[in-house]
């Protein structure tokens, strides 16, 4: 009943938003009077701001044309190199890459948005290396004889996209996979395996939510797992591929996540309207674009993220060293040649500090030369890995980071 709920809800809003962006469009029409009198700025500025806000999004583009480097702008190249189930690998690549300039896998988070929330951190890091990231699928859109995605086939994924692109790879892990990712890292490490990751950087990940734990946290760990069963998993309704797949809905995360920061949501879209009113179209669409994104949001299935709630939040099963895979036991102590660095932000809100950092002291059988921490000043969690401070300060720290410790192939 929840999806159908939401699906109605939808179904008037996708109404509503039409005719409010049509009336907007009749006030603003430079040959009616009434937008450049009375209320007409006003009314058309607030039915404009409904209806961005009320619109149906759908799985937004890369779109990355061009990336510049040392002021010079070459065509970027955008291509599906593989195709699975749950989730596709993206290769971006440019003619300005130098020959033998690095791979480097990102893996994208799958918590609620699509893996172009990480637009900025590509096109960032496609300056100076070959950029393959992780296109997590919408559940809703799988169909259920594809069978179930749990953590086992999260990490079998990241492994089998490390595989596909080669020895010597980079993995840079955001938020959520930092977990999976550091797991698969101990797994190949352990089978020493020739496609290991030559470093992982891990960008406000929870690997050990009892470090500083967050309000986030505290939802996860305040409820048992069973309140998640019952309460925040729906079924997917007919009309999708997924009809009768078992997800926790992208509109359940996506309300969580504007709860969290109610009055600063409502302070943008207040000045979204201001600018409106005032004609600075510029700025109201900067707004609209980050909103055009941040609203964009996916279904994951039911069995990742009551997995995910258990292990990551509730149980600490890796940092404890009790989280399996595939039946055996994940040892950190395997990594030995892979160096990592752990990057958290000041006034990060969802990931606490220390809780990314953890990964360094567990990863017992690595040596201390090839561990690294950097904790970002003024930078909060989406700061890590968009904007100007991730490109100006964080990014040329990765960069660094996989120039000095680049691995042989093999």
């Given at each position: 009943?929840?999806?159908?709920?939401?699906?109605?809800?939808?179904?008037?809003?996708?109404?509503?938003?039409?005719?409010?962006?049509?009336?907007?469009?009749?006030?603003?029409?430079?040959?009616?009077?009434?937008?450049?009198?009375?209320?007409?700025p006003?009314?058309?500025s607030?039915?404009d701001?409904?209806?961005?806000?009320?619109?149906?999004?759908?799985?937004?583009?890369?779109?990355?044309?061009?990336v510049?480097?040392?002021?010079?702008?070459?065509?970027?190249?955008?291509?599906?190199?593989?195709?699975?189930?749950?989730?596709?690998?993206?290769?971006?690549?440019?003619?300005?890459?130098?020959?033998?300039?690095?791979?480097?896998?990102?893996?994208?988070?799958?918590?609620?948005?699509?893996?172009?929330l990480?637009?900025?951190?590509?096109?960032?890091?496609?300056?100076?290396?070959?950029?393959?990231?992780?296109?997590?699928?919408?559940?809703?859109f799988?169909?259920?004889?594809?069978?179930?995605?749990?953590?086992?086939?999260?990490?079998?994924?990241?492994?089998?996209?490390l595989?596909?692109?080669?020895?010597?790879?980079?993995?840079?892990?955001?938020?959520?996979?930092?977990v999976?990712?550091?797991?698969?890292?101990?797994?190949?490490?352990?089978?020493?395996?020739?496609?290991?990751?030559?470093?992982?950087?891990?960008?406000?990940?929870?690997?050990?939510?009892?470090?500083?734990?967050?309000?986030?946290?505290?939802?996860?760990?305040?409820?048992?797992?069973?309140?998640?069963k019952?309460?925040?998993?729906?079924?997917?309704?007919?009309?999708?591929?997924?009809?009768g797949?078992?997800?926790?809905?992208?509109?359940?995360?996506?309300?969580?996540?504007?709860?969290?920061?109610?009055?600063?949501?409502?302070?943008?879209?207040?000045?979204m309207?201001?600018?409106?009113?005032?004609?600075?179209?510029?700025?109201?669409?900067?707004?609209?674009?980050?909103?055009?994104?941040?609203?964009?949001?996916?279904?994951?299935?039911?069995?990742?993220?009551?997995?995910?709630?258990?292990?990551?939040?509730?149980r600490?099963?890796l940092?404890?060293?009790?989280?399996?895979h595939?039946?055996k036991?994940?040892?950190?102590?395997?990594?030995?040649?892979?160096?990592?660095l752990?990057?958290?932000?000041?006034?990060?809100?969802?990931?606490?500090?220390?809780?990314?950092?953890?990964?360094?002291?567990?990863?017992?059988?690595?040596?201390?030369?090839?561990?690294?921490?950097?904790?970002?000043?003024?930078?909060?969690?989406?700061g890590?890995?968009?904007?100007?401070?991730?490109?100006?300060?964080i990014?040329?720290?990765?960069?660094?980071?996989?120039?000095?410790?680049?691995?042989?192939?093999?």
């Amino acid at each position: 009943m929840l999806y159908n709920a939401y699906e109605l809800n939808r179904a008037l809003l996708t109404s509503a938003s039409a005719w409010a962006s049509v009336t907007a469009e009749l006030l603003n029409n430079p040959a009616l009077p009434m937008g450049y009198m009375g209320l007409g700025p006003v009314m058309a500025s607030a039915l404009d701001v409904f209806a961005h806000a009320a619109a149906p999004r759908g799985k937004p583009d890369f779109g990355i044309a061009t990336v510049t480097v040392q002021g010079v702008a070459h065509p970027v190249t955008e291509a599906i190199v593989m195709r699975r189930p749950f989730g596709n690998l993206l290769r971006f690549s440019h003619p300005g890459l130098p020959a033998g300039a690095p791979k480097l896998l990102i893996v994208a988070p799958m918590s609620g948005h699509f893996a172009t929330l990480l637009r900025g951190t590509v096109t960032r890091m496609l300056e100076s290396a070959e950029v393959f990231i992780t296109d997590w699928a919408d559940a809703k859109f799988v169909a259920t004889e594809e069978g179930p995605f749990d953590l086992d086939d999260y990490i079998d994924y990241i492994v089998g996209f490390l595989e596909y692109i080669g020895p010597g790879t980079h993995m840079l892990a955001v938020c959520q996979p930092s977990v999976p990712a550091l797991a698969a890292t101990a797994v190949m490490g352990a089978n020493r395996h020739p496609c290991r990751p030559a470093t992982l950087t891990m960008m406000g990940g929870p690997v050990d939510t009892r470090e500083a734990p967050t309000s986030v946290n505290d939802v996860a760990v305040n409820r048992p797992l069973s309140w998640f069963k019952h309460n925040v998993i729906a079924t997917v309704p007919l009309g999708y591929p997924g009809a009768g797949r078992r997800v926790y809905p992208g509109f359940l995360q996506l309300a969580g996540f504007l709860s969290m920061n109610l009055q600063t949501h409502l302070m943008s879209h207040w000045q979204m309207f201001q600018h409106l009113v005032e004609g600075d179209g510029e700025s109201a669409d900067a707004k609209k674009a980050f909103y055009d994104e941040y609203r964009s949001v996916c279904d994951m299935t039911a069995e990742f993220y009551l997995q995910t709630i258990e292990h990551v939040f509730q149980r600490h099963s890796l940092p404890k060293g009790e989280l399996e895979h595939r039946g055996k036991r994940i040892d950190l102590g395997a990594i030995t040649d892979t160096a990592i660095l752990a990057i958290e932000g000041e006034n990060d809100d969802i990931s606490g500090i220390g809780q990314t950092k953890a990964a360094l002291k567990l990863t017992t059988g690595l040596k201390e030369s090839r561990k690294q921490y950097l904790l970002a000043p003024e930078v909060g969690h989406y700061g890590i890995f968009n904007g100007s401070r991730w490109r100006t300060r964080i990014a040329p720290e990765v960069e660094g980071f996989i120039a000095r410790h680049g691995r042989r192939k093999g």
